[in-house]
């Protein structure tokens, strides 16, 4: 690398206005290309200097950060409220870089190493950015903790004394035999070696997450690993590249490495591994594959072919027996027998989210169910909508627009009614369609309670694209949501999308949901049913693959929101073209 090549250094607010401090290396000749480096836990960017320097990227621009509570950037150290606020900031510094300085994500690479590697594996999952390259160096998948049932031990005493903290056991020469890189690591004042009980249990939960569901994963990438790591299990970095469904994927393991495999003795190894993938992944055009047609082959297809075939465990009729008997005493249970798990009416009762039932014990397992992981994310994904719903409002406004909001499949509509309220300096018309009659008068029934009167309701099918087209006056915001994560169909979503595209006016914005991924997916299809009665088998749509949908039907995604078990994401596009 060149000796004018230095680094300058620089500030960013994130998403909840955190000054986050970040190094930029840039050549003088501009370039559309840039490298971003994530360092590992407990260290900061400006470990990654040599690394920088050893790539030797001149034609790249480089970008490395201090993350929230590490170097330079605010924060306790180690801590943050939970691990998807750090997966929210890998998101928004990519979406700073590739806006202040015109780089697309399509020329952009990353190399993370290991818990910043975790951390920008989760990103990629559940925001599906179209990165030309991914490196992740030694990530920290499954750290090894020496102390028997130490998650067990660490999730009791979360609950029993709240806030705490682990100091990290590893020392200098356990990461590298390079004794020079030892005395540095041990000298630098802003490496520390605490972290917060909160951030390594839900480093554990969302490495489980993402290595069961790396399938969903299609970005070109080389895992580096290494062969002696006394901190983290190279087991379960072998399991994560055996699920990744890239079209180029590669893993090097360096035998004798330690953990710190940047900074080992013989690290010219894997940097020159590292620098090699970058640039071949340069040389060629983007190799992300298109995935419009995952619902005909793929993995999430197998998934759903296999839920839809008879199991022969026993837990699932005894558990289906239970629900529908005992489980009646549950208010929220007993609607969901009657309308579907998946009906509007459902829905509407949790987000309610008040336990009622038959007797104390009905109340109790209404509690119970209302607090289901699933549950959970859907009343999240609701305050996502409404929180994505109200600034896009906000902003159709200030672009001087007549704001008129449709909803093609809104069931009552809670979410929009209370968003109308919220924003009621500002003048919106609201259509809300359903297909069924019931979720409408259940809508205007909740209309009226609100007070709102600028929702009117009207039946339409979501899926006739000349009925969407013919919606009339013309919305500038349609909002999807809970709608296609029900239908397996990518013709049908696709011909709905198109609708949509055709209703809308260029520079008309479409707010859509989906599920790229639930720990309950079998308990569901096995014991519940849907809104027809039968057994509710879902297929999950990745996050690239519903995206790729927005994107062929003439869409542009803007931005998105995720609840923290990476359950559902709202997110916002805008029509292009005229």
Known sequence: MSATFKATEHRMATWDGAELFYRAWQPKTPTDKALLIFHRGHEHSGRMTDLVEALALDDFNVFAWDARGHGRSPGERGYADNFSVLVKDVEAFVQFVAQRHAIPMENMAVLAHSVGAVTVSAWVHDYAPPLRALILGTPAFRVKLYVPFAIPG?????????????????????????????????????????????????????????????????????????????????????????????????????????????????????????????????????ACPSLVDADKAGYTKAEYDRLLRPSCHWQWPILRFAMKTVGRLSKGIQVGWETGFDSGITLDYVYANRPEGITPLGRLMDRAYLDS??????????????????????????????????????????????????????????????????????????????????????????????????????????????????????????????????????????????????????FIARVLVNREGKPWVMRRRTQAEMDGLVRAAGFEKVSQEIDPWGIFTVALAQRVGP
């Open 154 to 286: 660490l999730r009791l005493k979360q609950r029993l004394l709240g806030k705490g903290f682990v100091k990290s056991y590893v020392k200098a020469k356990l990461l590298t035999h390079d004794p020079e890189q030892a005395e540095a690591y041990h000298q630098d004042e802003f490496v520390f070696r605490q972290i917060a009980d909160n951030i390594l249990l839900d480093l554990y939960d969302v490495s489980t997450r993402v290595v069961a569901d790396a399938g969903a994963i299609h970005v070109p990438t080389l895992v580096l690993s290494a062969g002696s790591d006394w901190v983290v299990k190279l087991s379960t970095q072998k399991e994560f590249f055996q699920r990744l469904s890239s079209p180029v994927k590669r893993m090097e393991v360096f035998p004798g490495f330690y953990h710190a495999i940047f900074h080992e003795k013989e690290r010219r190894l894997p940097i020159a591994k590292a620098r090699e993938f970058i640039l071949e992944m340069f040389e060629k055009p983007p």
């Open 373 to 522: 992981i699933g549950w959970r994310g859907i009343r999240q994904r609701k305050i996502n909508l409404e929180k994505l719903l109200t600034a896009t409002i906000e902003r159709a406004h200030a672009e001087g627009r007549s704001v008129r909001l449709l909803d093609i499949a809104a069931g009552p509509g809670r979410y929009v009614l209370e968003t109308l309220k919220r924003v009621s300096h500002v003048p919106v018309s609201a259509l809300l369609r359903d297909y069924n009659p019931i979720n409408l008068e259940a809508g205007k029934k909740l209309a009226q309670e609100l007070k709102v009167e600028s929702a009117t309701y009207e039946q339409g099918d979501a899926f006739d694209r000349s009925s969407l087209a013919a919606v009339s006056p013309r919305p500038n915001i349609v909002i999807v949501s809970g709608l296609y994560e029900l239908f397996p169909d990518n013709a049908k979503v696709s011909e709905s999308l198109r609708g949509i595209a055709d209703a809308l006016a260029g520079g008309g914005y479409l707010i859509y949901t989906n599920q790229p991924w639930h720990p309950q997916v079998e």
